[in-house]
């Protein structure tokens, strides 16, 4: 027991990790071998996944001080924390069948992914918001959003794969798993303006400390952030007057995602370069609280 509570952040991180990589893993072998879906097998694995992260984000964000949001490691953590997290919300409510496989399969690849690449755990000094309440809403909200738009690029993969199936009269394994075209189009378009709104929300709370502080906001930063929310916001224009429907619906959606995770690298290196303090007052930040 003790040596449990012995265990870094990045250890509970990397074994939640392993967890969802063995749901998809478990899954995806059932799939190939037309064995029936594991889903209450599937299911637990991702639960012991999603408790894993979160006990890595919170010793994280103990020693942060702080909603761990500091650079693209934790972005990436957070992005797939919140991706399980609506699927345990909206799997349940509309069973939407192998959603469970598919968040496995992208959460794997966030979490795990993260750890590939050690320059995205960049250390900072603990207390980034500065407890204002108003950037770390608007961080949190902002990241949140990016999960609902990870769950709509998975229910459009989805959607495309069963749409495929229907065009070459293909009914069994993958396909007879996945739900219908109709009801995943609807999942789409709910998930596309649910996502539009927390993120609209998370630029109105950052707005608070944005017209007080704006010398201190990267422009790069702020230009990327609202391209992505200018995108999605076209896409939920077109799709309510009907322009942007079924598959090319889909594929904008996957299309805006993969363009709005490419993005996180670069905004968290500019973010890191302009507001970077003078070497010596970085170096004593990142020392320990004597």
């Not at 979160?54 to 953590?77: H, Y």
């Not at 609202?226 to 076209?234: A, E, M, N, Q």
Request: hydrophobic letters at 55%; one cysteine or more.
């Amino acid at each position: 027991m003790l040596a449990l509570i012995d265990f870094s952040d990045r250890t509970f991180l990397g074994l939640g990790a392993f967890a969802y990589v063995s749901a998809f893993a478990v899954g995806l072998i059932a799939l190939l071998l037309r064995k029936n879906y594991p889903r209450p097998v599937v299911f637990t694995m991702v639960c012991a996944g999603f408790l894993l992260q979160t006990v890595g984000l919170n010793l994280r964000a103990a020693d942060m001080r702080g909603c761990p949001l500091g650079n693209t490691f934790e972005v990436a953590q957070f992005i797939a924390w919140s991706l399980v997290l609506l699927f345990f919300i909206i799997g349940p409510t509309f069973r939407l069948r192998l959603l469970g496989f598919f968040t496995a399969a992208l959460a794997a690849i966030l979490v795990g992914g993260s750890f590939l690449f050690p320059s995205w755990d960049r250390p900072y000094p603990p207390g980034l918001f500065g407890g204002n309440p108003w950037i770390e809403l608007h961080a949190s909200l902002a990241i949140f959003s990016y999960g609902i738009f990870a769950l709509l690029a998975l229910v459009s993969v989805m959607f495309l794969i069963q749409q495929h199936g229907l065009k070459k009269k293909q009914f069994q394994g993958l396909y007879q798993y996945l739900p219908s075209v109709q009801q995943l189009d609807q999942m789409g378009k709910r998930l596309l303006i649910t996502g539009e709104i927390v993120l609209t929300a998370a630029l109105v709370f950052g707005a608070f400390f944005w017209v007080e502080n704006i010398s201190l906001v990267p422009v790069f930063k702020l230009s990327i952030t609202c391209l992505v929310w200018l995108g999605y916001l076209v896409v939920v224009w077109l799709r309510l007057s009907k322009k942007l429907v079924t598959r090319r619906h889909a594929i904008a959606s996957i299309a805006l995602f993969l363009f709005a995770m490419a993005s996180l690298w670069p905004v968290q290196s500019a973010r890191h370069h302009d507001d970077a303090p003078p070497k010596e007052q970085n170096q004593a930040a990142l020392l320990p609280d004597s």
